[in-house]
């Protein structure tokens, strides 16, 4: 059958996509979202699958345009720095930015719930067990399966938003017809999810204001703290080999590994061998993609564009600066889905797609290596206390990231530059790395002195 009306269609119910209906829908469009998978508000998530999500700046201005950041903040636990955990049991605290500033753990289950709650208040119409089969980018004819019986059905849209993740049909489609061209890179390394139940009392069981992480250099543990006083673990591990996944499949294994590894968090999880068997080992990849869009009909948003690897916390984000970067490329089109928005979102959204991925797979060695570095924590402090000092004109990468919507790959090249001024001036004024007892707000304004700061 044929429909006669020609929605806006958003493949994907996930977070992009229902935010992204939900900011459509308000302006009086007709949007239809189509979701292969069950109402996740009328089911049972299973764990192991998730990993927490660290809501930052990019993140929570797409929340703030769509109106639902006052339902979804009281979500969160904010993290305002992270607590690092030595195989001797000793702590560290790093602050992930200045005074006041946090990034907020959430579950993707709550955050989804509450877009799709926001779509279908705005007026989307929300259809489940419906895949995508095929998109005609030319047409805007999109067809559809009912998973339940099987029937196809034919939609002639107006446009088609593919939201629908890095094995996104909507893509696939695009990809076949010739419109662009994809790769995906699967790493090495897994992960698996556990839990840390709260105390008797509701309480935690570890610091509740801080993202843990227990480094260990080609491995490494992370906690996020969730609002209902547990934490949420994942194991970042090379799947294959001597010490990966395939090698500590039993319990008993796993159990010996973390005793090494992991002993204070192991402590904590009284059925750790339970846990351990139910829940899966997932795979690690990331995308890239030639262009995010075909013709004048179809783009795409999020993981199906540039799925990334968790570990900068910006694949949320990310996504959801897309749906913001659109709404304001409409504004600027009138309101109008034409070619010329479609390249222009390309344009602005694939150079900084590109940037966040290589960050992350950078920010993976430093989570579970430098961190535990002294000479690169004391490379830290100096870059803070230059931040204090000039907090416009030297900015750290992770706060450009994470607590500015300056654009991933502006961020990334003023990084650069800082890092090339930084090593210079520090050897102007002989400072070596290896003296971690120096004092960091002594030697900035020497620095500051001893060379301009790049423009």
Known sequence: MLTEQRPVAIVGAGLAGSLLAALLAKQGRQVLIVERRRDLRQVVVAAGRSINLALSTRGIT??????????????????????MHAPS?????????????????VSRRDLNAVLLDAAEAAGASLRFETTCEDLDPDSGMLTLRDAASGALEQVAC????????ANSAVRIALRGRGHLTDVETTLEHGYKELNITPNDDGSFRLE??????????????????????????????????????????????????????????????PDFDEQWAARPVSRLSYLHTSTFHAGDRALLVGDAAHAVVPFYGQGMNASFEDCTILMQLLDAHEGAFSADLCRDYTAARKPNGDAICALALGNFIEMRDKVASPSFLFRKRIEAALHALEPERFIPLYTMVTFSNRPYAESQ?????????????????????????????????????SLPLPH
């Open 208 to 269: 509740r204001a801080a993202l843990h992480i227990w480094p260990r250099g080609d491995f490494m543990l992370i906690a996020l703290p969730n609002p209902g006083g547990d934490f949420t673990l994942t194991l970042f591990l090379e799947v294959a080999g001597a010490r990966g996944f395939d090698a500590i499949a039993e319990p008993a294994a796993a159990r010996a590994f973390f005793e090494e590894h992991f002993a204070d968090a192991l402590a904590l999880m």
């Open 89 to 105: 049991g000793a702590l560290t605290y790093q602050p992930y930015g200045s005074a006041g500033q946090s990034i907020r753990s």
């Open 158 to 165: 107006d446009f088609v938003v593919g939201a629908d993740g």
């Open 62 to 83: 797409a929340l703030q345009l769509a109106g639902v950041d006052d339902l979804v903040l009281p979500l969160c636990v904010e993290m305002p720095g992270r607590l």
């Open 413 to 449: 090249e003023r990084a650069r530059r800082q890092d090339g001024w930084l090593d210079e001036a520090l050897s102007r004024i002989g400072c070596s790395l290896e003296q971690t007892d120096q004092d960091p707000a002594a030697i900035a304004p020497r620095l500051l002195e």
